[in-house]
Structures are given as structure tokens and as C-alpha cells.
């Protein structure tokens, strides 16, 4: 049941050698880039990144309490279709609205979590929000990070 995948991504740009590492395991996400002007130094120091990034988290792991896990769940969602554009009489196209088109969707399951474990799982995916399912409240919640560093929480209102 453990899926491990790994995309590497080696790229030459001008002269810089780019060497990206993304490594998805059981929910978690870490993704590492290093470029420089050789294509093995790149992609050795992106795979140090990525081993210091596992090793940080196993820590992490090892110094809470491990909790059961309930089963993942899965939340559904509808995209809302936007109004096309409308043509009048004379030919000519109403823009009031703009056409907005959805070019990515991603479904992933929801792994209840602590605050203090979305925070941590943040850190490891340099993403800039986490959609996890809240394990004290049962709520889908939203842990965001701030440009000064600091990190926001949102919260459903019932």
C-alpha cells in the first residue's frame, strides 16, 4: 500500500545544468532544485536536499506521538461553469464576463492531521498552502505561510 514516486527533471539552460527532484510517499510531498554548471554536481546536491529533507521529517515523525490514522478521505468537488460569452444581435461579443478556463485539476486525499503536522508537511513541499483534514475538529482546514514567515490557519464557519 506504500506508493513511493519520483519525477526527476534534468535540464540545461544556457549554461546551468538543472537537476529538479520531486518525491511523492505516502502523502508526502518534497521536491528539490539545484542548478550549476555540471550536470552531476546538480543533481548530487538536489539529492542531498532531498535526503536531508527525508531525514528532517522522520525526526519530526519520531519525537510525536504516533496517532491512528483513519481512513483517507476523499473530498468531492464541482467546478462552476462560467457564463460563456454572449453574442448580441449586431455580431459583436458582450466581454462583462471574462472566460475563465480550469487547466489543472488535482484530486488528493484528505490525511487527517494535527495544525502542528500540516505546518510541518508546509514546510517540507515548499507549496504556499496545504489543504488537510483537521484531526481534532474533523473539518477541511487551510495552513497558508505569510511573506514575513509566519503561517495562517483557515477555518470553515459553522
Same mark, same amino acid.
Given at each position: 500500500? @506504500?506508493?513511493?514516486?519520483?519525477?526527476?527533471?534534468?535540464? &540545461?539552460?544556457?549554461?546551468? =545544468?538543472?537537476?529538479?527532484?520531486?518525491?511523492?510517499?505516502?502523502?508526502?510531498?518534497?521536491?528539490?532544485?539545484?542548478?550549476?554548471? +555540471?550536470?552531476?554536481?546538480?543533481?548530487?546536491?538536489?539529492?542531498?536536499?532531498? +535526503? @536531508?529533507?527525508?531525514?528532517?521529517?522522520?525526526?519530526?515523525?519520531?519525537? =510525536?506521538?504516533?496517532?491512528?490514522?483513519?481512513?483517507?478521505?476523499?473530498?468531492?468537488?464541482?467546478?462552476?461553469?462560467?457564463?460563456?460569452?454572449?453574442?448580441?444581435?449586431?455580431?459583436? %461579443?458582450?466581454?462583462?464576463?471574462? =472566460?475563465? &478556463?480550469?487547466?489543472?485539476?488535482?484530486?488528493?486525499?484528505? @490525511?487527517?492531521?494535527?495544525?502542528?503536522?500540516? %505546518?510541518?508537511?508546509?514546510?517540507?513541499?515548499?507549496?504556499?498552502?496545504?489543504?488537510?483534514?483537521?484531526?481534532?475538529?474533523?473539518? &477541511?482546514? %487551510? %495552513?497558508?505561510? =505569510?511573506?514575513?514567515?509566519?503561517?495562517?490557519?483557515?477555518?470553515?464557519?459553522?
Amino acid at each position: 500500500d @506504500k506508493v513511493i514516486d519520483v519525477n526527476i527533471i534534468l535540464d &540545461v539552460e544556457r549554461r546551468r =545544468h538543472i537537476a529538479e527532484i520531486n518525491l511523492h510517499a505516502n502523502g508526502l510531498h518534497i521536491n528539490a532544485k539545484d542548478s550549476t554548471d +555540471d550536470m552531476y554536481a546538480s543533481f548530487d546536491s538536489a539529492l542531498n536536499k532531498i +535526503d @536531508k529533507q527525508v531525514l528532517k521529517h522522520k525526526a519530526r515523525i519520531n519525537r =510525536h506521538q504516533p496517532r491512528t490514522m483513519r481512513e483517507a478521505r476523499k473530498i468531492q468537488h464541482k467546478v462552476i461553469e462560467v457564463p460563456a460569452f454572449n453574442d448580441d444581435q449586431n455580431g459583436s %461579443v458582450d466581454t462583462e464576463f471574462t =472566460h475563465k &478556463v480550469i487547466t489543472h485539476r488535482e484530486r488528493v486525499p484528505l @490525511k487527517p492531521l494535527t495544525v502542528a503536522e500540516a %505546518v510541518m508537511q508546509l514546510d517540507l513541499i515548499n507549496e504556499p498552502f496545504l489543504v488537510f483534514s483537521n484531526a481534532d475538529t474533523d473539518q &477541511v482546514n %487551510v %495552513v497558508h505561510t =505569510h511573506s514575513d514567515g509566519t503561517y495562517g490557519l483557515i477555518e470553515p464557519q459553522l
